[in-house]
T-cell receptor, first 113, second 112 residues
Framework: GQQLNQSPQSMFIQEGEDVSMNCTSS?????WLWYKQDPGEGPVLLIA?????ELTSNGRLTAQFGITRKDSFLNISASIPSDVGIYFC?????????????FGAGTQVVVTP | NAGVTQTPKFRVLKTGQSMTLLCAQD?????MYWYRQDPGMGLRLIHY???????AKGEVPDGYNVSRLKKQNFLLGLESAAPSQTSVYFC???????????FGSGTQLSVL
């Protein structure tokens, strides 16, 4: 079954606010990936993390690989309307056999003007 | 660049009917995947392929079959559709396993 817990499930924020979401796992992960899905489209990779403690930015997005290797965080600064969508964390568990990239259930972000 | 292309985008089936979802990628990726997306459950892996002529089961393979006759194509088949297979299906491909997947735009399937 799914081992990733992503929170919050949804967020309603005002334009200009910062957004934080996180993902926790019951097992150690070697890689953390953060994807965004726009309505009616497939997910698109935002940030990939490969080392415990790693902090990586992509424009207004910042993601961190937790030092315990069981969690990851994604922050969006100064949100804008196009940040609307579903954000997914994902990763291959260290103990999983190949091919089983696990996805969190997603965080739905709604940005109001 | 086309990337990953899925057809059709929408389909309605009656219980018991069969169909094939088509996926094509033009990035010369070895690895290809089929996922289904259901509300509140994220993406779940149905089947995957590590190269031309190979396929393997994912997390939820029952009721589905796949084929990878050509490197650029990965087909997902439903032999006898059931209402539980109503979902959005995504195909993806990657250069290396388990990272940086490129997704298609999805197929919305409804089984009545």
């Amino acid at each position: 079954g799914q081992q990733l817990n992503q929170s919050p499930q949804s967020m309603f924020i005002q334009e200009g606010e910062d957004v934080s979401m996180n993902c926790t796992s019951s097992s150690i992960f070697n890689t953390w990936l953060w994807y965004k899905q726009d309505p009616g489209e497939g997910p698109v990779l935002l940030i990939a993390l490969y080392k415990a403690g790693e902090l990586t930015s992509n424009g207004r997005l910042t993601a961190q690989f937790g030092i315990t290797r069981k969690d990851s965080f994604l922050n969006i600064s100064a949100s804008i309307p196009s940040d609307v969508g579903i954000y997914f964390c994902a990763g291959p568990g260290a103990t999983d056999s190949w091919g089983k990239l696990q996805f969190g259930a997603g965080t739905q972000v709604v940005v109001t003007p | 660049n086309a990337g990953v292309t899925q057809t059709p985008k929408f389909r309605v089936l009656k219980t018991g009917q069969s169909m094939t979802l088509l996926c094509a990628q033009d990035m010369n990726h070895e690895y290809m995947y089929w996922y289904r997306q259901d509300p509140g459950m994220g993406l779940r892996l149905i089947h995957y392929s590590v190269g031309e002529g190979t396929t393997a089961k994912g997390e939820v393979p029952d009721g589905y079959n796949v084929s990878r006759l050509k490197k650029q194509n990965f087909l997902l088949g439903l032999e006898s559709a059931a209402p539980s297979q109503t979902s959005v299906y995504f195909c993806a491909s990657s250069y290396r396993p388990n990272e940086k997947l490129f997704f298609g735009s999805g197929t919305q399937l409804s089984v009545l």
